[in-house]
């Protein structure tokens, strides 16, 4: 008789393929539980430095990889495709593969070795959010699917993965499902929108004579407090909890920031990512060496707003009486 998906865990070793942002909350998670955990990073860099550091035992990821009963595979999207030649023969021993994001299972021709089961389990916060709630005792909501069911309990094996690293409630999807809908929070709210609002915002008022680092007080530092009200009580209790004129405001003005035409470039992005367009032109900008993207990324270091943060908080300068 074979054993159960939690016996599968709790005998074997899990290697934690990619020591970073996921996989250190991954691997302290996993410890806690109460499961052997190992890690597998590159000799002499940071991540080997820290998961040593953290008391695990840190192995090149292709020797972690042959040790491994259950690998959970955290490298970056962009990595994954370049190693993967080597990492799937080494992981020809383990039972079961996990993913915390679909997007190499989607847009990568990514070959399994034997009988593994290859899962999805992502939890919906980054690492630290991960690790900090895990340690108060308060589950992370996280997604679960399956790519491959070579064992008839892969949905099984996801939950007591997702259980043993704190995640709760769980939520069934599939892998396109998760990979599109991350990928177009990512773009339109919680990373390129966001940034591209709030430097919009800071970038109108002072066109219009506005201090610099009131602009940014306003448009930037305040965003963590109503952000913090919205994850606690939602769209409507945020409005319950503002004032009558910010109320007013945020009906008859927000509809004109976000109109039709911001609703068509989201439906256009959207059309791009369930294409395969963006991870196209992503893998082409990898493949050419991040050049436009490095490039992009040291203009946008030295906006405006960068100083005024630095002055609105009074670390560059003194402040304005």
Not at 44 to 55: P, T
Not at 63 to 86: G, Y
Not at 221 to 242: D, P, S
Not at 273 to 286: H, L, M, Y
């Amino acid at each position: 008789m074979g054993s159960t998906p939690s016996e599968r865990l709790l005998r074997g070793t899990i290697a934690i393929l990619g020591f970073g942002n996921q996989g250190e909350a991954h691997a302290l998670n996993l410890r806690d539980a109460g499961l052997e955990v190992i890690a597998g990073a590159r000799p002499g860099r940071a991540a080997e430095a820290r998961a040593r550091a953290l008391g695990f035992a840190a192995f090149e990821p292709a020797e972690a990889a042959r040790r491994a009963t259950v690998a959970a595979i955290l490298l970056p999207d962009e990595v994954v495709p370049e190693v993967w030649p080597e990492l799937s023969s080494a992981l020809s021993r383990a039972s079961a593969l996990v993913f915390a994001h679909g997007f190499s299972l989607l847009y990568s021709d990514l070959e399994f070795q034997g009988g593994a089961d290859v899962v999805l389990v992502s939890p919906t916060g980054p690492g630290r959010v991960l690790r900090a709630r895990r340690e108060r005792q308060d589950p992370l909501p996280g997604y679960l699917a399956v790519h491959r069911d070579a064992s008839g309990k892969a949905w099984a094996l996801a939950e007591a993965y997702a259980e043993a690293l704190g995640l709760g409630p769980l939520w069934r999807t599939t892998v396109r499902e998760e990979t599109e809908v991350d990928l177009f929070g990512e773009q339109v709210v919680l990373c390129g929108g966001m940034n591209a609002l709030v430097t919009a915002a800071f970038e109108t008022l002072v066109e219009r004579g506005y201090a610099p680092e009131i602009a940014y007080l306003e448009c930037v530092h305040q965003l963590t407090y109503l952000a913090e009200l919205l994850h606690r009580e939602g769209v409507a209790g945020l409005r319950r909890a503002i004032s009558g004129t910010a109320l007013f405001g945020d009906l008859t003005r927000g509809p004109r920031v976000i109109g039709a035409e911001s609703r068509a470039a989201l439906r256009k992005i959207l059309d791009e990512i369930r294409s395969g367009d963006f991870a196209r032109e992503w893998k082409a900008e990898v493949a050419r060496g991040r050049g436009g993207l490095n490039a992009a990324l040291e203009g946008a270091s030295k906006h405006p707003i960068e100083a005024a943060r630095r002055l609105a908080l009074g670390e560059g300068g003194p402040e304005r009486a």
